[in-house]
Nanobody, 125 residues
Framework: QVQLVESGGGLVQAGGSLRLSCVVD????????MAWFRQAPGKEREFVAA????????YYSASVKGRFTIARDNARNTLTLQMNSLGPDDTAVYYC??????????????????WGQGTQVTVTS
């Protein structure tokens, strides 16, 4: 069973940056889609970004596009999320996910079979 372990969360002021990492305990398969989701207090978990299968095309939610960058390092079995220009609305627990969704389902959390434990990101104004 693939284990995912996130790190890199923390407290940052508005306008600042953070870089999240997700280490996968086995070689990342080119057929696996990797994604980041987040859950803010009192809200449902929502899609943030994804790297789709072997073509590694990237997809972002409208709220983070242009500010966040998802990337993968297959040699290090690591998925990253570079987050810039952070604002209070980005405060959430961020989760790494892995699965084999079809393209039309990459924003759905039920399309991912494996999840990390989450890492807290708090942005102060």
């Amino acid at each position: 069973q693939v284990q995912l372990v996130e790190s890199g969360g923390g407290l940052v002021q508005a306008g600042g940056s953070l870089r999240l990492s997700c280490v996968v305990d086995e070689r990342l398969s080119s057929g696996i889609t990797m994604a980041w989701f987040r859950q803010a207090p009192g809200k449902e978990r929502e899609f943030v970004a994804a790297l789709f299968r072997s073509n590694s095309n990237t997809y972002y939610s409208a709220s983070v596009k242009g500010r966040f960058t998802i990337a993968r390092d297959n040699a290090r079995n690591t998925l990253t999320l570079q987050m810039n220009s952070l604002g209070p609305d980005d405060t959430a627990v961020y989760y790494c996910a892995a699965g084999r969704p079809i393209l039309s389902s990459i924003t759905r959390e039920d399309a991912y079979a494996r999840w990390g434990q989450g890492t807290q990101v708090t942005v102060t104004s």
